[in-house]
Each structure stands twice: as C-alpha cells, then as structure tokens.
C-alpha cells in the first residue's frame, strides 16, 4: 500500500528558487545508451539490474527536445542537467517468476493510469466506498500535475510489468502497469502538508508507494523502493532518507525494517482524535552510491507474507 497517507494540498514552495548546486560527480553517471526502443523485446538480455541514461549533452538535449519534460519555470544549468538524468534513468529486473520489471520515471501521458491505480488504492486503505474512486481520481490528478511541475526536485517513479507466456514461441503477455511511488529530492520539491511526524523539508522523502493488486506478493515494492533510493543516490547530497508507515501495516513495516529503516519518530496517540491511522517516521543512511546497486539487485525474500493491501 501507500506509505504514507496521501495529501493532497499544494506544496506550498513554487516561488522563484533556483537551485545552483552542481551534481557530485562530473560526468555524474556512466555512458550507457538503450538502442531498442522497445524495452521488453525478447531479445532483451537476462539480468537482473541495468543503469541506463547518457552523459553525452549534445544526445540528452536532442532526446528531450523530442520528448520534453515540461515543468513551468525557469530552470538552471544544474537542474536542466537533473531534468535530462531524470527522463533517462531506467532499471530493469527479472523476478524470481521470470517477468520482467521496467521502472522509470512518470510521463505526462501516463498520468491517467497512475492517477486511476492510486484513486482506488487509496480508497481501499481508507475503506471508501467505490463510489469515491471518482471524486479521489480529481484530487490525484490535480497533485500528480502539481508534483510533475516541481521536477527535477521531486518525482514520481513508475513500474511496468511483462510475463512471458511461452518461451520458446516468443508469446507474451501484455505490458501493463505494475506499481508507481514518490520520491522527494530536496526542500524545493517538498510537500507543504507532509504527514506527521513531519520529516525535514531538505531531506529526500519516499511516499505514496503502491502495486497493482493482481500483481502483489512478487516484490515489485521492493524494487520500487530501491529504485527511488538508487535515483536519491544520484540526484542529492544528503544521505538520510524519510518515509512514513502506518503503525497497523506490519509488513511494509518488515519491508522498511529489511531495507535498513528505522524508527525515528511516531506519532502521538492524540493524533487518533483527528480520525487519523498513527504512523511511524522511519529513517535510513544511504550508503555511498557505488553500494547502492548491489543493495538493489536483492530480492526482499519475505514478500508472500505481504497482505493483499501492502506493497
């Protein structure tokens, strides 16, 4: 399920800042290209992990020139280049049942989907009605268009799911939407009514993480919650991260605990006056960049003990 409940007010920062701090590394990240755009050929190696985006500036302008990433303001160099890292960044896996996972990050012409998966998501942690699915899916749509605007310091991650159904014929299912999760990266991207234990506004902030529900129990959470750590590593200095997780939810709170998440706040028991779930504030250091992929590469092992309403 979501890690954290989902707000739904403005960000409350979209005055003129601009951020002048440069990446940590120049070039920042390796040189590797895709040369098929179509990711989930067959002939798409077997392995489990893959990095892929492009220092070259000269391929990065010409690719999101075709395909941009709009965000409403002025950007600087330094954020032009994280904008051009974001549309890149791209990780594959294969599951342990031979699918294979994409994860990358949102486009604006699959906001729909992520708004529809998220809208009933909700709904069903809050124990809504179906009937509120439709009211839930325009407030969604109002902040995914929001958050999108305040890239590249904020955004959100999308995963796409494909199983073969025969291996040597070449069949294969369809592509479809597996999970998506919100990753803040500094305090020009964070939200204004961030839930309580509030975590600090220029620390990176993990959120709102789902999967679809016939997909559950494959440890698409796992990798999903990876991926926004392997993006965190590159896009900000800061090496803590925050997300929350509701107290009743003990297995995305195994899930946080076995990816080095720890306690670092919970909420009063006077926040259940206001009708809401108390929540833990969990934390973890990141280790340097270079020890993130490997951590990635692992499979949280304990994902069948995962209810139909956790990640």
Not at 54 to 73: A, D, H, V, W, Y
Request: hydrophobic fraction near 35%; proline fraction near 7%.
């Amino acid at each position: 399920m979501a890690t954290s409940p989902f707000s739904l007010s403005s960000s409350g920062d979209l005055r003129h800042h601009h951020n002048h701090r440069h990446l940590r590394h120049q070039p920042p990240y390796p040189k590797t290209h895709i040369t098929n755009p179509n990711i989930f050929l067959k002939s798409t190696p077997r392995f489990n992990l893959i990095l892929t985006c492009s220092s070259s500036p000269s391929s990065s302008s010409t690719t999101l020139q075709e395909n941009p990433l709009p965000t409403g303001k002025f950007l600087s160099y330094p954020d032009l280049q994280k904008l051009q890292f974001l549309q890149s960044f791209k990780l594959f896996h294969k599951l342990p049942s031979g699918s294979m996972l994409l994860i990358r990050v949102m486009q604006e012409q699959e906001m729909d989907m992520i708004v529809e998966l998220l809208a009933e998501s909700f709904a069903e942690s809050m124990l809504l009605p179906k009937a509120y699915v439709k009211l839930l899916a325009f407030l969604v749509k109002q902040y995914l268009i929001e958050r999108r605007s305040l890239m590249p310091h904020a955004a959100t991650l999308i995963a796409f799911h494909r199983r073969d159904t025969d291996d040597e014929g070449g069949e294969m299912e369809d592509i479809q939407l597996a999970g998506t999760v919100e990753v803040t990266f500094d305090k020009l991207g964070a939200n204004g009514s961030t839930p309580t234990p509030t975590p600090p506004k220029d620390a990176p902030y993990i959120c709102n993480m789902t999967v679809k529900k016939s997909l559950r129990r494959q440890g698409i959470g796992w990798h999903l919650l990876k991926a926004s750590e392997e993006l965190i590593s590159q896009m900000s200095s800061v090496r803590e991260v925050y997300l929350h997780c509701r107290m009743i939810d003990s297995a995305p709170f195994n899930m946080y605990s076995k990816a080095g998440y720890s306690v670092f706040k919970t909420d009063s028991v006077m926040i259940l006056l206001t009708l809401q779930r108390r929540k833990h504030l969990m934390r973890k250091q990141l280790p340097p960049s270079t020890n993130i992929s490997s951590e990635t590469n692992s499979l949280y092992d304990d994902d069948k003990n995962l209810a139909p309403t956790d990640v």
